[in-house]
């Protein structure tokens, strides 16, 4: 199959180039794992029956097959990722990839479906065993803490927590936005369990003058150089201090995946998921702002005020996003279904969230929101959990109809149809349509 130079977002190459350049890393990003010194790439020993199971079929030529050659049944795969199931793989160097709406049905995403964001290369050595976590700059004892230490030292909770990419919905910008163009999928609610990052920060002693907090990752930059990070971002101290945040090592119960930050990672809901960062090595406290690379310039910040579509942006004039808006997603049924010949009912449901507040109402429409039906609402699990819907629809006759779906948050800011469009292709939370046939 030819190969596709077309760039990606922030150095990222796709998996042609990347085989090309590092087989070795190939595999260690793809399947999570560094291959033995005899295998080189996908066609040396095991890899060729990892790839026969990936493609779920012998290969009968493969000694045909030209070194570094990727079957086109895995250039596009939804499986291209050890332990996960489904998700759309955008690009591999750094790996992103997203779960079709569909597949986040479950009340709690399956850390197999939980969609993936990195910004680098991940670490090879994530032992929690020796993992440690430091947390210094302007607090009063600074601390190097083991996974240990953190399950003996502080309180151990659980909460459902929503993760959100702040590019969720790229895909769908006009003009388009660079970056990874996501559809629906990057966001979860998953099981997270840790300690809270506000009972750690109060260990140390905050100083006075802390005004933002700087997190480090173990990831490594895509250059290779060392000491180069490719993510560190950070939150207000208020922010920091919410107790729903979590410094997290398990994930539904079990250790956190290799890419959604084993062994140690924040989970802070309800802003970007860049504020959580993975691979936790480092948290500081500092009397400014943080300036860690993702912080500065156009880096998950919109413009301070509404822009038309095509709009170039003064750069003084954006500003970081905080928390997350209002947005629904309807899991149940696909986009695209024809119902059973006769059938004309059909049970709709999904999740909805709204950054730091919660859902007050959900309403659907299957006229083009001429009129709205009120759908069943659930209150969340806990705070910052995304919250159930589900109501029956009649469809009135045969034909084509979208299920649109509108979620109005406790302050009353509701979703709307049209994006609200920004040169970095930032929280668009338009209204999420799904298509029905009735025949």
Not at 58 to 63: G, L, N, V
Not at 302 to 308: L, R, S
Not at 309 to 322: L, Q
């Amino acid at each position: 199959m030819p190969k596709d130079d077309t760039p990606i977002e922030d150095g990222a190459v796709h998996l042609y180039d990347l085989y090309d350049k590092d087989p070795d890393v190939a595999d260690k990003v793809i399947f999570g794992r560094t291959p033995n010194k005899d295998r080189r790439g996908f066609l040396k020993g095991a890899g060729l029956a990892t790839m026969g199971a990936m493609i779920g079929s012998t290969i009968p030529f493969h000694r045909n097959m030209p070194s570094g050659f990727i079957p086109v049944a895995l250039a596009d795969s939804h499986g291209m990722i050890e332990g996960k199931d489904g998700l759309t793989v955008f690009n591999d160097r750094p790996v992103n990839a997203e779960t079709p709406a569909h597949l986040l049905d479950d009340r709690i995403t399956p850390t197999s479906r939980h969609f993936v964001r990195n910004n680098g290369i991940p670490p090879e050595d994530v032992d929690p065993d020796t993992w440690t976590l430091t947390v210094d700059g302007l607090v009063n004892d600074p601390m190097t803490l083991s996974i240990a230490d953190l399950k003996s030292k502080f309180e151990v909770v659980t909460k459902q927590l929503v993760i959100e990419c702040g590019g969720n919905g790229r895909g769908f910008f006009d003009p388009p936005a660079k970056g990874n163009q996501w559809t629906y999928g990057a966001v979860a609610c998953s099981t997270w369990t840790g300690v809270r990052y506000a009972d750690v920060l109060k260990a140390a002693g905050i100083k006075e003058d802390v005004i933002y907090t700087a997190h480090v990752g173990a990831d490594s930059h895509l250059s290779g150089e060392e000491g180069k990070l490719p993510i560190s971002r950070g939150v207000p101290i208020e922010k920091a201090m919410n107790p729903n945040n979590l410094i997290a090592f398990e994930m539904n119960g079990a250790p956190l995946h290799a890419m959604n930050g084993a062994p140690l990672r924040l989970v802070v809901p309800g802003w970007p998921g860049s504020c959580s960062q993975k691979w936790l090595k480092r948290i500081w406290l500092r009397d400014q702002v943080h300036d860690g690379p993702k912080m500065t310039g156009k880096a998950y910040r919109v413009p301070a005020y509404p822009v038309a579509p095509g709009t170039k942006v003064p750069k003084g004039d954006f500003e970081i996003i905080n928390a997350m808006p209002v947005k629904s997603l309807i899991t149940f049924p696909e986009t695209g279904i024809t119902l059973a010949d006769g059938q004309d009912v059909v049970q709709v449901r999904g999740h909805a969230w709204a950054g730091d507040d919660a859902v007050a109402s959900m309403d659907l429409s299957i006229d083009f929101g001429v009129t709205w039906i009120k759908a069943n609402l659930e209150e969340p699990a806990n705070s910052y959990a995304w919250q159930h819907f589900n109501q029956t629809i009649k469809f009135p006759q045969k034909g084509y109809y979208e299920v649109w779906a509108r979620a109005t948050d406790t302050k009353n800011r509701m979703q709307p149809f049209a994006i609200a469009w920004n040169p970095k292709g930032y929280l668009n939370n338009s209204m999420h349509r799904v298509a029905v046939t009735v025949v």
